[in-house]
């Protein structure tokens, strides 16, 4: 058996088609821990995540575990919520897949994956809270910190923002590791080639200036439509630009208006959308100017990250860790405040409208993108988190003692039924008791108490009597 230890790292989703921020971070540090831990991750669903588990030689196994959204965004009653899902099947079923694996460690992707946590805490294995986004400030932020707190033997943040709600309580077990990349996913000589191949299939000329935005999905709150609202702006004012979309719908009707709101304007012919591409790298490649006008906290933003690393320049709302990025890359004069699209598009059209201001800033962003968060500065960081996980208590000889399988989690209406039986039993019980006490003479003898033993020494007497007397 090898003496490696096992790592459980749950993560929260698995999308079939991209991939979210979050899991690219779970994927990664699984990536980099395999070379300390066993890691497996524990997926919903199969998806595009378990495909690139797989190509990484990562084990990947597939438990459906149901999320408390409200972590993220806390309110009232969120607590007794989170208590009532020790109670569930699926905690149940987590707890059975736990004692089967006996893993020496679980690590729980995001706020929202509170069940893993809860289980691995009720088998006495060390959970580490791996923390990648930032949970909404408001009258209930506390209970939700509270919670991580509770069940957690070591939190890791990705930025300062999204640590900052657990300051208060954890502010002992918290370590910061903000993302990084490994460039063997990069081919920086390939670049121009990439680029150029790239703007051909979109059929976009030589000359034009590309302004991108990419998303997992298009939503309101990751400023897919304050993209469009600048971008048809600066449209009027740059004849030599052209704006690409690239994101899944996520919601027929706020799509619908995006395409609509396009498609009525002078400048339709001008905008690209597309779902999602294979290779990030090519779609960065082909723009000139990155845009990231997210409406929400971000917990770190890998779109800004992705982009510098590739050397374009990113104009982004100031929001949690997006502000960040820029603030330490030496950008801070590229941030808009969330909302303000009119400012967005004089930005945008600032570095458009002057001679080799693109290059300049995207050259810049390529040398300051590897200074804060290059694989060198990750892998010291890294360090620190791994000596923090070997030191927590592993307690095996508690796994070890839990059987081979749990019994399964009862359905609802096997309850019921148990339930049921358990009230008739004892209230016939009782019945038989209270018939029995009647007949006994009053000679002193201590009546009898309720309870299986004291049943069956009742039923004895009342034989014994009824042999006498015939």
Request: one cysteine or more; hydrophobic letters at 40%.
């Amino acid at each position: 058996m090898s003496s490696t230890k096992k790592l459980f790292m749950f993560s929260h989703v698995c999308n079939k088609k991209n991939i979210t921020g979050a899991e690219k971070l779970l994927l990664f540090l699984a990536a980099k821990l395999s070379a300390y831990y066993q890691c497996v991750i524990v997926v919903p669903k199969e998806g595009m995540l378990t495909r690139l588990a797989a190509q990484s030689g990562i084990r990947t196994i597939v438990h459906p575990i149901p999320l408390l959204y409200g972590m993220c965004l806390p309110y009232e009653g969120l607590s007794q919520q989170a208590e009532a899902l020790s109670r569930e099947a699926s905690f149940a079923e987590t707890s059975r897949l736990l004692s089967q694996e006996r893993p020496d460690y679980v690590l729980v992707n995001t706020s929202v994956h509170v069940i893993p946590a809860m289980a691995a805490k009720s088998l006495s294995i060390p959970v580490i809270w791996h923390i990648t986004e930032v949970i909404a400030n408001n009258e209930h932020t506390a209970d939700s910190a509270r919670i991580i707190d509770q069940y957690s033997d070591w939190i890791v943040c990705i930025s300062e923002s999204a640590a900052a709600p657990l300051r208060g309580c954890s502010a002992g077990k918290l370590s910061l590791l903000y993302p990084s990349w490994s460039w063997k996913d990069f081919n920086p000589s390939l670049w121009p080639q990439v680029r150029e191949q790239q703007r051909l299939e979109w059929n976009v000329d030589p000359g034009i200036k590309l302004i991108g935005y990419i998303s997992s999905y298009l939503t309101a709150e990751k400023g897919s439509e304050h993209f469009i609202n600048a971008a048809l702006e600066l449209a009027g004012r740059h004849g030599n630009s052209k704006f690409v979309v690239i994101g899944a719908a996520n919601g027929a009707s706020f799509y619908s208006n995006i395409r609509r709101k396009v498609n009525e304007s002078l400048y339709a012919d001008r905008f690209i959308f597309i779902d999602c591409v294979p290779s990030i790298e090519a779609a960065f490649s082909a723009m000139d100017v990155v845009v990231v006008p997210s409406l929400r906290d971000e917990g770190f933003g890998l779109t800004a990250m992705e982009a510098m690393i590739l050397g374009k320049p990113v104009i982004a709302y100031a929001s949690g860790g997006l502000e960040e990025i820029l603030r330490l890359t030496g950008n801070q004069s590229y941030l808009v405040k969330p909302g303000d699209y009119h400012e967005l598009s004089a930005k945008i059209s600032l570095i458009l409208q002057e001679p080799g201001l693109i290059e300049s800033v995207g050259g810049n962003n390529r040398l300051q993108i590897e200074a804060c968060f290059g694989p060198e500065a990750y892998d010291a960081h890294l360090q620190a988190v791994i000596n923090q996980i070997n030191h927590l208590p592993i307690r095996n000889d508690s796994v070890s003692e839990l059987p081979a399988s749990l019994p399964a989690a009862p359905q609802a209406k096997r309850k019921t039924l148990r339930r049921a039986k358990r009230i008739r039993r004892s209230s016939s019980a009782r019945r038989r008791i209270r018939k029995i006490n009647r007949r006994r003479q009053p000679d002193g003898k201590k009546r009898i108490k309720r309870g299986g033993r004291y049943l069956r020494q009742a039923k004895r007497a009342s034989r014994r009597r009824k042999r006498k007397a015939g």
